[in-house]
């Protein structure tokens, strides 16, 4: 999940090292159905290799086209309205605590000080990457559950 903070630096601190490795954010911007016929396409060769049951069903949500289609427009919202919301909230500071958990072995984290971008943005900010891939819930289930308790107590 992108959030705007982090999306809107993003978009105005593009580097070739970003658009490199998340080529897929300027893919997914593309008009419809572009994107999503490629992702159709890509979803359903997957599930018909997909080796467990598991990974079957998770395969075939992502390819329901209404599930590719919400997650193209995300994308799209990202690099439109929300950048434009988030102009108008530039002045403001999160004021609740936040905490901000992203993946260490994401070319992102490498290129960009996360924890900073958020830090900016927020009143009281914390958090750290986590040795997980593009879904840390599922990857690192343990380590997210302790962030957040640690956060919420």
């Given at each position: 999940?992108?959030?705007?903070?982090s999306?809107?630096?993003?978009?105005?601190h593009?580097?070739?090292?970003?658009?490199?490795?998340y080529?897929?954010?300027?893919?997914?911007?593309?008009?419809?159905?572009?994107?999503?016929?490629q992702?159709?396409?890509?979803?359903?060769?997957?599930l018909?290799?997909?080796?467990?049951?598991?990974q079957?069903?998770?395969?075939?949500?992502?390819?329901?086209?209404?599930?590719?289609?919400?997650?193209?427009?995300?994308?799209?919202?990202g690099?439109?309205?929300?950048?434009?919301?988030d102009?108008?909230?530039?002045?403001?500071?999160i004021?609740?605590?936040?905490?901000?958990?992203?993946?260490?072995?994401?070319?992102?984290?490498?290129?960009?000080d996360?924890?900073?971008i958020?830090?900016?943005?927020?009143?009281?900010?914390?958090?750290?990457?986590?040795?997980?891939?593009?879904?840390?819930q599922?990857?690192?289930?343990?380590?997210?559950?302790?962030?957040?308790?640690?956060?919420?107590?």
């Open positions: 999940m992108r959030c705007s903070a999306s809107r630096n993003l978009y105005t593009v580097t070739i090292e970003f658009v490199q490795a080529f897929h954010w300027f893919n997914y911007l593309r008009p419809v159905p572009g994107p999503e016929n992702l159709k396409q890509e979803y359903d060769a997957q018909a290799r997909g080796t467990s049951d598991v079957k069903e998770y395969l075939r949500t992502f390819a329901d086209p209404a599930t590719i289609h919400a997650m193209c427009e995300d994308y799209r919202a690099a439109s309205i929300v950048l434009k919301h102009e108008a909230d530039l002045h403001r500071k004021a609740c605590p936040l905490l901000v958990l992203w993946r260490a072995r994401a070319p992102m984290g490498r290129t960009y996360i924890l900073s958020w830090k900016e943005r927020a009143e009281r900010g914390s958090g750290r990457s986590l040795p997980a891939g593009h879904n840390l599922e990857e690192a289930p343990d380590q997210v559950l302790a962030e957040l308790q640690a956060f919420l107590k």
